[in-house]
């Protein structure tokens, strides 16, 4: 197995085969992120891919979860992705899942007999990183993709038999605009109806152009309460039908505080927690835990 630079992967993923079919990011330009920065973008040669497929099946006795990385491999034309999923299933025959990043984009690219095709061939699930339900907040983090267009590609991918995990950022839009961020955040969820959502909370590193903002002033984080005061307000804004199944969660090491249930069931236990969290500041992560 040859891996080029640092591998990034969903937390969820800790268990599965990491098969590197892009190097880097095609977009690499949100402000928030310093991921991918090291590298250049190129698409890995089928064969090479297919000579790694082939060293693990010799390593590893038994593989039964498999994540394409880097950060969008969902940007490969959809021949090669059937390719490539279709030489994991030969290898593992043992493999129930093999899950992807993507975004908006990578799937608008797709039509929805592509999307069915690749959900035919193994493909369980695209993590997408929405990251706000504000277009102002998207326009701002150099996003490239709008609030619709995110909605709609969640849409196409669970009407493909796909799941969607849909990532949010806490706090990306500073002390400024968190209660848009907030607000448009939850009714975004409740246009796009993911079968999971998910929360982190913004920390700034080395290499993300935000970060010189928050050096210099120009933007300005949340504090803890703040964001717990957000993470409220988004949940509130919330609406789902009582048939609607969203598994919540705001557990990354990121987080303040940990969350998790299923929308809309479990919305009112965690807002009672959250506020809770309000009255006592001890429930709080200390910042010296939190991690990317």
Not at 97 to 109: A, H, I, Q
Not at 203 to 218: H, I, N, Y
């Amino acid at each position: 197995m040859r891996y080029e630079g640092m591998i990034y992967r969903p937390p969820s993923e800790a268990y599965s085969l990491l098969l590197q079919v892009t190097i880097g990011c095609s977009h690499n330009k949100c402000r928030f992120c310093s991921m991918f920065k090291d590298k250049n973008f190129r698409v890995r040669g089928i064969e090479e891919i297919f000579r790694d497929i082939d060293e693990c099946r010799m390593a590893y006795r038994y593989v039964d979860r498999v994540f394409l990385c880097d950060g969008d491999a969902l940007c490969l034309a959809t021949d090669k992705l059937l390719a490539i999923l279709e030489y994991i299933g030969k290898k593992f025959p043992e493999c129930e899942r093999v899950n992807v990043y993507g975004s908006p984009k990578d799937v608008l690219r797709k039509t929805p007999e592509e999307l069915v095709l690749l959900r035919n061939a193994g493909m369980e699930m695209i993590y997408i990183g929405a990251e706000s339900g504000s277009d102002k907040v998207l326009a701002d983090v150099c996003k490239g993709a709008t609030r619709d267009e995110i909605i709609e590609a969640v849409r196409r991918i669970e009407d493909a038999g796909i799941k969607a995990s849909v990532t949010f950022i806490s706090g990306l839009a500073g002390r400024d605009g968190w209660r848009e961020h907030a607000v448009e955040t939850g009714t975004m969820i409740s246009e796009m109806r993911p079968s999971y959502a998910a929360l982190l909370t913004l920390m700034t590193e080395e290499g993300a152009p935000l970060t010189e903002d928050v050096k210099s002033g120009k933007f300005k984080l949340l504090s803890p309460e703040e964001v717990i005061a957000e993470t409220a307000l988004l949940l509130e804004n919330v609406n789902l039908p009582e048939d609607a199944e969203c598994v919540f969660r705001s557990n990354h090491a990121s987080n303040y505080l940990s969350l998790a249930g299923n929308l809309p069931a479990d919305k009112e236990k965690m807002l009672a927690q959250l506020r809770r969290a309000m009255q006592d500041r001890g429930m709080l992560k200390d910042e010296r835990f939190r991690a990317l």
